[in-house]
């Protein structure tokens, strides 16, 4: 998950982060009305022709993640619009209905994940059930870090068909602590470096599946999977990350090849280009 940041422009601050696994199994509730808005969102578009992204900003968020898959979104083509309880845009039954895409980003400042999904559960009109009928009725989900960890299960969404896992805990892992780091991925087949900062790894298997990154001690780091009508991608490394966030810790800029790799997987989710 992302360390919080005071603006998207401020250094960050490092901080203890502690990351456990997540999700709830899908419930009934709702399932209808947001099933039938995921359908029109797969092909719902922006007035300039542009398909449009719900980018959640709120406390389950540090500040400048939301910004920063933003930025990303923006750059391959969507329209986006953050999503929240400061946001023009709230959760609410109808709140989905329109978007293409919904977004989750990275998480804020010392929050684990169980505290990351009682903020997102406080926020006015949110239930867990109305993402999870909006991706499983056609809709598409993107987990980015923080975002990722709560795809899994409990508590999370439960949208994998697995679960997510701390990559610094598992073995063999190349990062250890929680700071700011490059890491090592092999993202389909050829070796990348990411940005990354305490993020989880992807124990996922079944029809639908596609793994485009494994860190080096071969645990998914990327993945793009079926959710009943909808899909769902994920990455523990931020493929979002921008120049600010490398220059912050001294670390080697490879924003640029983030954003390809932001690209590949965004296309791979949307099912809009092939891959390569």
Known sequence: MRVGRVTAALALVAVLLVATACGAPPSGS???RAGQGAKAGRAAQDPDGRPL????RGQAACDGCPEAAHDMLEHDGFAVRYIGPDEQARFGPDALSGAALYVQPGGTNGQEVSTAWRLLRGDPGFSPELVRSYVRGGGHYL???MGGYLAGQEPGYGLLPGDSGQYISSQGATVTDDQDHLVDVAWRGQPQKMY????????VD???VEVLARYTNDRAAAVVASYGAGRVAVSGPHPEAPSDWYRDYNLPDQSQTGLGLGEDLLHTLMGTAPTS
């Open 206 to 208: 079944g029809p639908g």
């Open 143 to 145: 987990g980015l870090c």
């Open 30 to 32: 709702d399932s209808d």
């Open 53 to 56: 992204a719900l980018v959640y």
């Open 196 to 203: 990354f900062q305490d993020g989880p790894y992807f124990d």
